[in-house]
Every structure is written in C-alpha cells, then in structure tokens.
C-alpha cells in the first residue's frame, strides 16, 4: 500500500511569488492536514480537508489556501510569499476522525 | 484548547537499554486520540503508536509501548531495547473532535530528542 506522498520535496521561491504543493494520501483515506514546522515554532496545523471540504483552519493568515479534489488529493497553496514561510510543510492522511494520521516526507520550502 | 506537554528537550540511553519520553495533554474532550512519531534528521514523520481514550489496555507496537494514565492526562512512550537507529526527534501528538464531527487536527508537543549512545 502506497504512503503518503508530497510533491516537489524541495522548492526554493523568491519572495512575493506564489507556491503550490501536493500531497496524494494513502488509498481510501478522505481526510488530509496540512502542517507547517519550523525551528521557532514547531509544528503548527495550518488546515484539514475531508471530502473536499475544509472542515477545520489553524491560525495563519489568508496567504495560505488550500483544497481537496474529489480523488482525496490534495493542494496547498501559499501567495505573497515571505522569508518567513521558510518551512517544511507536511501533509498527513487519515481515514477520519482520531484515528492514526500518517505523514508524507514533507516539502522544504525556503524563500529567498 | 488542546494541549500537549514535553517536558525534556533531549534524553540520552545507553544501547540496548529501557528509555521513557514523556508527555501530558489537556484536553475538555471526551473522546480523543493521543500518538506518538519519530522524526528523523531526514524530516519525514514516522507514526510509531496510537492510544485511544476508551482504550482501557496500553497500546504496544514491538519495542514501542505507550504508558497511559488518563486521571493524571499523561501518556509516556516507553522504548525498550533502544538501538542506534532510534536516535531522532520524538513527539507527543492528540487528535480532537468538534462539535460531534470527527477533525484531523492534531495537536504536537514541542518534541524530545533522543540520543541512544553505543
């Protein structure tokens, strides 16, 4: 059974562009999270998408969007970008609810 | 809101020995998921053990062991027989319900590193 996987694994963008990542969960999972982790703030849950809506939303800012396609896949995308989004974004899928969410490998992202 | 608790940035064990991370939550939530991952220098989270509130046994997962204590709200990780591989950034996570719906938000810890010495 395939992981969780997150494309590009590595992106390097200037500041003031925009971004877009990916990530395909484990078949038959419905509900993917995305996090942002940093050494300052660690782990930080951006938002959660089950059958391709948005069912739950951390606390950032309105530059950081994202979405799910009716295959569970799903996109992340940040606009405006800033030094400071400097991140490894992961995504983990899940059946739904509380069960065990499984990671991808992550996306470094560094903003030039 | 959720909270999760680590309370020792870095432990050190000896090969082959015993060694517990350590993790306390707080949560109003009667129904909550508590886990635990391995993050290797490479990044990637690795899903090491899943504890469910209801579970009444502790869960087990080969060397791994989840100590839960629900009155106290803790939920230590408890490896046995470390190896050299199981160096790495360890964290304490929970998963909540809202509102009767089930939500993939998980809360983290600020994470442990371990370091197991030859």
């Known amino acids: 059974k395939a992981g969780v996987t997150q494309t590009p694994r590595y992106l390097i963008k200037t500041r003031g562009q925009q971004v877009t990542l990916s990530c395909s969960p484990i078949s038959g999972h419905r509900s993917v999270s995305w996090y942002q982790q940093t050494p300052g703030q660690g782990l930080q849950f951006l938002f959660e998408y089950f059958s391709e809506t948005q069912r739950n939303k951390g606390n950032f800012p309105g530059r950081f969007s994202g979405r799910q396609f009716s295959n569970s896949r799903s996109e992340m995308n940040v606009s405006t970008l800033e030094l400071g989004d400097s991140a490894l974004y992961l995504c983990?899928?899940?059946?739904?609810?509380?069960?065990?969410?499984?990671f991808g490998q992550g996306t470094r992202l560094t903003v030039v | 809101a959720q909270k999760i608790t680590q309370t020792q940035p870095g432990m050190f064990v000896q090969e082959k020995e015993a060694v517990t991370l350590d993790c306390t939550y707080d949560t109003s939530d009667q129904s909550y998921g508590l886990f635990w991952y391995k993050q290797p220098s490479s990044g990637e989270m690795i899903f090491l053990i899943y504890?469910?509130?209801?579970?009444?046994q502790n869960a087990t997962e080969g060397r791994y062991s989840l100590n839960f204590q629900k009155a106290r709200k803790s939920a230590n990780l408890v490896i046995s027989a470390s190896q050299l591989g199981d160096s790495a950034m360890y964290f304490c996570a929970m998963r909540e319900t809202i509102g009767g719906f089930n939500a993939g938000k998980s809360t983290f810890g600020d994470g442990t590193t371990l370091t197991v010495k030859p």
């Open positions: 983990a899928s899940s059946l739904a609810g509380i069960t065990e969410a499984f």
């Open positions: 504890q469910g509130s209801y579970d009444e």
